[in-house]
């Protein structure tokens, strides 16, 4: 029987009791640990990190928690080929662990840099010039950005165990708030390994970086109105912690990002034979096998002129049929497994949900091809495209296939398009491929409110272009409705979301001291 997975709390290395919760390697279906979080003092890990760590962070000005932070993102840098052998239990192909792994050193990185010089070089930042608030001048106001005194609690989710944890960290630390991480079971491995990298690097202030592997039953009932929870996950689960008496009753602030059904829209323009229509159904690829599909960002739903369902499908599928599947590493294998077969069997019945709006015009969602691995004990699945020749059906609007599954649904017009696009009921990111301005800005227009993030991709942006599923650190990452209605990210936003917010008034004199 394999180990039970170490939680770091108070400053040790703990080890829960019981039998805990199996994670089998994804490929070859062995067991690879066991998490359980029972018997760990969850009260003290909160304890340690308000009285420990948060004191540390908040005595150090604004540049020494920046370079703070860069000493233990190169921690995790030097220490990632290991990370990348425990991302390849998950499923993961070496490209899947980059966008997770060098993802989240990368944005660590960026903070880091945007702490340096984009903060002051203390511990309060003043946000705006003297306001005055009488005839004289005498009199007036200002706003000033603090560090609370309480810790960023952040519950992720198993698809991003590197870089949801690291987005997360690093406007905390910058904002000198300690954080505790309750990383997902699945590959709660991954991120305890990421955590022991930074803890060992000594680059962080004890209590500055907990983490607890497995449950977390009673942990919110010591949170309140100067802690911070952020979440990423499911909508159903967002909605439970959205209700617990630490959020209603003791106003703790809340930010879910939630799984969406994403959309990418083919622009009339971008027949066959344009490189926006090429551009297109790359993209639509890579979103549905980079991770097996297993990305809150991935396209869920491909929006293309009717009249070019055919041409699309036809050269979907020619691609994906060039998409070896199989044990990461293994020659001619760019696309891994799930999660595990759990993950895999609930992705097969959505989008069986989903086929029944339309046919199924590649892929199996019983029987799949795999490279160096057993297809049985492995979790899986060949890509599945639906096509939907009928855009009304609800299905494709209200079912998540969370793995390489996305539906063909063809519109009519512009005013159809942003429709459509709305029937997701909010979404973390969309695009729009195509060369015509008018369309692209019509679609902007119409599809903003209901959009985190739009991504506009042609001929001209394509060399530079970061990609659909890709969040960047410098701008705001997070969606309105099913997508959660939270913002992460958005470069130096995400550090003062942090922060409280305090008006200060006074006479100019007093107030031109607030920076010092």
């Known amino acids: 029987m394999s180990e039970i997975l170490q939680s770091y709390v108070a400053g040790s290395w703990v080890i829960g009791s019981g039998e805990g919760r199996e994670v089998r390697d994804a490929v070859t279906g ?36 920046a370079a703070a932070l860069k000493a233990a993102a190169g921690a995790v840098q030097a220490g990632k080929d290991r990370l990348y ?44 010039d003297f306001i005055q608030l009488g005839k004289e001048g005498v009199f007036g106001g200002r706003h000033v950005l ?22 997360k960290l690093a406007p905390a ?21 990421a955590v022991r990298m930074m803890i060992e690097s000594g680059a962080l202030p004890e209590g500055a970086l907990q983490i607890v592997a ?45 799984d969406s059904l994403n959309a990418s829209v083919l622009g009339p323009d971008a027949v066959p034979g344009e490189p926006e229509f090429d551009l297109f159904v790359k993209a639509l690829v890579t979103e549905m096998t980079v991770k097996a599909g297993q990305k809150c960002t991935a396209i869920r739903r491909a929006l293309v002129p009717a009249g070019q369902m055919d041409a699309v499908a036809e050269a979907v599928a020619a691609r994906l049929g060039g998409v070896g599947i199989g044990a990461p590493g293994a020659e001619g294998v760019r696309m891994g497994a799930l999660v595990g077969t759990d993950q895999r069997d609930d992705v097969r019945a959505a989008a069986s949900r989903i086929a029944q709006a339309g046919q199924i015009v590649f892929g199996d969602l019983d029987t799949v091809d795999v490279i160096g691995a057993d297809a049985d004990k492995g979790a899986f699945m060949s890509p599945i495209l639906v096509r939907v020749d009928d855009a009304d059906r609800a299905e494709p609007h209200e079912v998540e296939a969370f793995g390489p599954v996305s539906s063909l649904i063809g519109y009519l017009d512009t005013d159809h398009v942003v429709e459509l ?32 993030r739009i991504l506009v991709l042609d001929r001209d942006s394509a060399p530079e272009s970061t990609g659909h599923g890709t969040p960047m650190p410098q701008l705001v990452h997070g969606g309105p409705g099913r997508a959660g209605g939270g913002q992460e990210e958005g470069g130096l936003r995400a550090v003062h979301a942090h922060l409280q917010r305090t008006a200060i008034q006074g006479s100019p004199e007093v107030l031109d001291r607030l920076g010092m």
């Open 85 to 128: 052998e425990l991302s390849a239990q998950s499923g993961c192909t070496a490209r899947d662990s980059a966008v997770d792994v060098d993802g989240g050193i990368g944005t660590a990185m960026v903070y880091s840099s945007l702490g340096r010089k984009g903060l002051p070089d203390g511990t309060v930042i003043v946000e705006d």
């Open 30 to 65: 062995e067991s690879v640990t066991r998490v359980s979080s029972e018997g760990i003092d969850l009260g003290e890990a909160v304890t340690h990190a308000k009285t420990k760590g948060g004191p540390s962070l908040r005595a150090m000005t604004f540049p020494e928690r």
């Open 146 to 167: 603090t560090s609370p005194h309480g810790i960023s609690l952040q519950i992720n989710a198993f698809n991003f165990p590197v870089w949801g944890m690291l987005e």
């Open 214 to 258: 497995g449950s977390i039953p009673g942990l919110l009932d010591e949170l309140g109105g100067q802690d911070r929870i952020g979440f990423t996950g499911s909508a159903d689960t967002a909605a439970m912690l959205r209700a617990d008496a630490a959020v209603t009753r003791r106003s703790a602030h809340f930010n879910a990002e939630a």
């Open 173 to 193: 630390l910058l904002a000198g708030v300690p954080t505790i991480v309750k990383p997902a079971t699945p590959t709660a491995h991954i991120a305890v390994e």
């Open 421 to 452: 696009l709305a029937r997701g009921e909010g979404s973390l990111a969309g695009s729009v491929v195509s060369a015509d301005a008018d369309f692209v800005t019509d679609v902007i227009a119409g599809a903003a409110p209901f959009h985190g």
